[in-house]
């Protein structure tokens, strides 16, 4: 298999996984009760977790769609902040690792996929 062909595999797989587990916390946010819970467990009101969920959504079709590299380099930087500051809001609650493993999972998935997108970038497209 070229190189361009497992970079592009390896993309799409981390991305996708990436964009499923997003797009499930966001329904999740939207729509369980225990996950608003936790929403005010951190002390974020009500209102954010349907911002972020709509944001969560608006970044995934971003990243999935055909759109110019600096609105998914845009998409992208948001998922890091989001992601960064879920941990740092269960760290500061004294959350046990039960509780934001989640979230650094789900980092670990966008780090791949950032990490695919970027050597795509970098490297000419073969025939």
């Known amino acids: 298999m ?9 993309f799409w797989i981390a991305t996708a996984l990436f964009c499923l587990q997003i797009g499930f916390t966001a ?16 002390g974020f ?4 977790r349907v911002e972020l ?6 970044g995934v079709v971003l990243l999935l769609a055909p759109v ?4 998914k380099e845009w998409a992208y930087a ?3 902040i989001t992601l960064g500051s879920a941990l740092i809001a269960h760290f500061s609650m004294g959350d046990g690792p039960q509780v934001w493993s989640w979230a650094a999972g789900t980092g670990v998935l966008w780090g791949l996929s950032y990490f695919f ?8 497209a073969s025939a």
């Open 2 to 10: 070229p190189r361009s062909r497992r970079l592009v595999l390896g």
């Open 27 to 42: 329904y999740a946010q939207l729509r369980l009760p225990q996950v608003a819970e936790a929403f005010t467990h951190l």
């Open 45 to 48: 009101p009500a209102y954010f």
């Open 53 to 58: 969920s709509w944001a969560k959504f608006l």
């Open 68 to 71: 110019p590299a600096r609105l």
């Open 78 to 80: 948001g998922f890091a």
């Open 117 to 124: 997108w970027r050597r795509l970038h970098a490297t000419p």
